[in-house]
């Protein structure tokens, strides 16, 4: 099993900022890409952005300029950086993690986060 903790999440002030941060953690072998995806009621979930194992990184162009993606891989931790934020950020923030276990065939693996909330206010 691999477990994902999430934190950072809040209410900040259009224009603000925050930081995320998602923790995994279990029966690791490697985590190859590590991404935030973000929530809203009555809609998909979206990428917001994704890093993978060599630092490659992908950004919707909504938060594309204002967030920042990185990752510390001795920690196993994801980090999401976001600045400039507006009312339309507002949602539940996810982190998912996909790599392979620690067993003996090495199977890939995919886990998701409980999300967090952030909340923008006007």
């Known amino acids: 099993q691999v477990q994902l903790v999430e934190s950072g999440g809040g209410l900040v002030q259009a224009g603000g900022s925050l930081r995320l941060s998602c923790v995994a953690s279990?029966?690791?072998?490697?985590?190859?890409?590590m991404g935030w995806y973000r929530q809203v009621p009555g809609k998909q979930r979206e990428l917001v952005a994704a890093i993978t194992s060599g630092g490659g990184t992908n950004y919707s162009d909504s938060v594309k300029g204002r967030c920042t993606i990185s990752r510390d891989n001795a920690k196993n931790t994801v980090y999401l950086q976001m600045n400039s934020l507006k009312p339309e950020d507002t949602a539940v923030y996810h982190c998912n993690v996909a790599g392979r276990f620690d067993d003996g065939a090495r199977r890939r693996f995919s886990s998701w986060g409980q999300g967090t909330q952030v909340t923008v206010s006007s």
């Open positions: 279990g029966n690791i072998f490697s985590i190859d890409i």
